[in-house]
């Protein structure tokens, strides 16, 4: 075979594929599941064995595809979903949790208990993992937050994590506005966090005057009105976020995660 042969060969293969592949992700819309497609550039991980998200059709498809661009295609696309946690999830979140966050210095490193504890208070109203190829490598919760001028149905964004070897791929961003999305599907008014104002205001999130989180400075208090109201007071996230594995997290006025919390301290 010359080498325009093969170069023909594998973009037909390509086309190929991507048809198949938007069909795929037709069939996987209609069943109401949300399929991200991110860059991968890495090879895909040892967890890359496990099944993929391709259902069989996919796969003998893929099988029929020469070594070399099956290769080439699982190092360069991997499909994301994003999908509500279930029990089976929880160490995995943990697992996540503790990794993101285990290098960030302004972590108190206590994102985990704060889930675990949300998470028993039933107060995950929204709470998503994003696997790849059958792993978990990223996870966003969303839990109610109380307004001072009597505003209902606001809530608060965090923890959110994505494995160190997947970050900046795009996952995150899946995870929090498809979050969003679930909750103004829930007729949600508003979100707002505590975070790095450049990597959320791509998301959309803003500093509203007037809406105010006490003892963070304001640069890194942002939200995101889903009614275009601008609720004004103070917002008190719940109590949960005082969880600190030693049973802390049940009683003080909550302040916000553990890094959440240290940013306050902290010049951003
Ligand atoms: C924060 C975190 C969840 C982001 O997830 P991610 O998958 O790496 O982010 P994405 O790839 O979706 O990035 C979305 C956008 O933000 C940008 N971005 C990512 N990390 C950023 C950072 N630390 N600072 C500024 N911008 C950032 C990306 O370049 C991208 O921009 P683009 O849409 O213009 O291309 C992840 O980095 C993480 O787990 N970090 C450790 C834990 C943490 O800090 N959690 C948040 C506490 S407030």
């Known amino acids: 075979?010359?080498?325009i042969d093969r170069v023909l060969k594998k973009l037909s293969e390509l086309y190929d594929f991507n048809?198949?592949?938007k069909a795929y992700k037709l069939r996987e819309a209609r069943r109401g599941v949300k399929i991200w497609q991110t860059q991968i550039t890495s090879p895909c991980p040892p967890s890359g064995e496990n099944p993929s998200r391709f259902d069989s059709?996919?796969?003998?498809?893929?099988?029929?595809?020469s070594d070399s661009f099956q290769k080439d295609h699982k190092s360069m696309n991997s499909q994301i979903t994003i999908r509500n946690e279930t029990e089976a999830d929880v160490d995995a979140i943990t697992q996540v949790t503790v990794a993101a966050f285990k290098t960030l210095e302004i972590s108190r490193h206590t994102e985990q208990f704060i889930i675990s504890v949300l998470r028993a208070a039933k107060a995950l109203t929204v709470s998503l993992v994003a696997e790849l190829d059958g792993r978990v490598v990223?996870?966003?919760a969303f839990?109610?937050?109380?307004l001072s001028d009597g505003t209902h149905d606001w809530y608060g964004l965090g923890p959110v994590s994505v494995l160190p070897d997947y970050q900046r791929?795009?996952?995150?961003?899946?995870?929090?506005?498809?979050?969003?999305?679930?909750?103004?599907?829930?007729?949600?008014?508003?979100?707002c966090l505590v975070g790095h104002p450049e990597y959320y205001r791509k998301l959309g999130f803003k500093n509203m005057p007037g809406l105010v989180y006490e003892g963070v400075p304001p640069e890194v208090f942002l939200s995101l009105s889903f009614d275009g109201q601008t609720p004004q007071?103070?917002?008190?996230?719940?109590?949960?976020?005082?969880a600190d594995g030693k049973g802390g997290g049940t009683g003080a006025e909550a302040r916000g995660s553990g890094a959440l919390e240290a940013l306050s301290s902290k010049e951003v």
């Open 19 to 21: 048809r198949k592949l």
């Open 233 to 242: 007071g103070t917002v008190t996230f719940h109590e949960g976020f005082n």
């Open 169 to 191: 791929r795009g996952i995150g961003k899946a995870l929090i506005q498809e979050g969003l999305s679930r909750l103004k599907d829930l007729n949600a008014r508003g979100c």
């Open 57 to 65: 059709r996919e796969d003998e498809f893929l099988d029929s595809l």
């Open 138 to 140: 990223g996870h966003v």
């Open 1 to 3: 075979m010359t080498k």
């Open 143 to 146: 839990s109610p937050v109380t």
